[in-house]
């Protein structure tokens, strides 16, 4: 306690928006936000999910014009993920390795067009190769497995390097993928490449959108409960962050974003290390869906929403909305 009525007045530093704004103690800018996009084959093709209102697919030309926009709103990652042909798609996921597969072409022509002017974020998972939409390889009985996972996921994260990316994310959630790909990456002379690791990632309900968008949710048979953690646990993501840092990790990753806000404080408190969240495609749905109903005014929505990451400690946030966050944010 600092104070009591009437000596202290809370309201008083709240009563004009001068002395509000210079009492703020969380900022949000366009710098941080990832926009994650989703790529389709062809060319000027757009392709407009309807399960994510206002966000589409785009072939190689159309991501290029996204990445040039983003440079533009000051945004300073994309997150990359494809749409694979389903004639593309097999048990084994092999099209993730293919040095000529729709994300590789993506990324290079990112790269030839912005250069440093942005990094590239890349996806390490087999759920858009797959023919069953699991992240990784199956045994007889349809359990995903580990380590043969794990052997797969070093090539096609070798693959991303390869073709240029700046940030390797794997979302796959095996167990001691950080350490193989980070051994890989070293062993590539691939020194500064970054793994941000998608370090407690939930199997959760939030995710629906996103499936349709890369073309697996129709695929997946069952869950992904093997693999992605309980939400009921919290001390478990804090084991799941200590061992993704220890491997080699630079940044680590909450998803779903928004529910699990307890998570990215307590990481933040706990490992003082760069934590970034994923605003997940149910929550923009959810927004999106509000400000349609008449329920909230989707700019306000989206900027609070924004705001309550930064002050849960995340350093940046992945989120569908960045574009439009962007512009607003720059005025
Ligand atoms: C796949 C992956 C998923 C998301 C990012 N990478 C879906 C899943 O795990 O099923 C979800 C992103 C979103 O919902 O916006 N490994």
Excluded at 158 to 180: F, K, L, V, Y
Excluded at 285 to 293: F, K, R, S
């Amino acid at each position: 306690m600092t104070g009591s009525y009437p000596n202290t007045r809370l309201r008083r530093t709240r009563a004009t928006g001068w002395s509000r704004a210079l009492h703020r103690e969380t900022l949000v800018t366009p710098a941080d936000l990832i926009w994650p996009m989703f790529v389709t084959e062809g060319s000027g093709v757009e392709e407009p999910i309807s399960s994510l209102p206002g966000v589409s697919r785009w072939s190689v030309d159309g991501i290029v014009a996204r990445a040039k926009e983003a440079v533009e709103l000051g945004i300073p990652v994309v997150a990359l993920f494809p749409n694979t042909q389903a004639d593309r798609r097999s048990d084994d996921g092999a099209e993730a390795h293919n040095p000529d597969n729709l994300m590789c072409r993506a990324i290079r022509a990112i790269k030839d067009a912005c250069g440093d002017d942005i990094g590239v974020l890349t996806d390490v998972a087999l759920d858009p190769y797959t023919s069953h939409g699991q992240d990784g390889l199956l045994d007889d009985k349809g359990y995903v497995t580990n380590d043969d996972t794990v052997a797969v996921l070093v090539d096609q994260a070798i693959n991303q390097a390869e073709a240029g990316a700046d940030i390797i994310a794997p979302s796959d959630m095996m167990d001691g993928r950080i350490r193989a790909i980070r051994m890989a990456l070293e062993m590539g002379g691939h020194h500064n490449i970054q793994i941000m690791s998608y370090a407690a990632k939930y199997a959760s309900a939030f995710y629906g959108p996103f499936r349709d968008a890369v073309g697996s949710g129709g695929l997946l048979k069952g869950d992904k409960k093997s693999y992605q953690m309980d939400p009921a646990n919290t001390d478990e993501a804090l084991r799941e962050v200590e061992l993704d840092i220890a491997e080699g990790a630079d940044s680590v990753m909450v998803k779903p974003g928004m529910p699990y806000l307890d998570i990215a404080r307590r990481v933040k408190d706990a490992f003082g290390v760069p934590v970034f969240a994923y605003q997940v495609s149910g929550e923009y749905a959810m927004i999106e869906a509000a400000a349609a109903a008449g329920a909230g005014d989707r700019e306000a929505l989206v900027l609070e929403t924004l705001l309550a990451f930064k002050r849960a400690g995340c350093s940046g946030v992945l989120t569908y909305h960045a574009p439009l966050a962007a512009k607003l944010l720059n005025g």
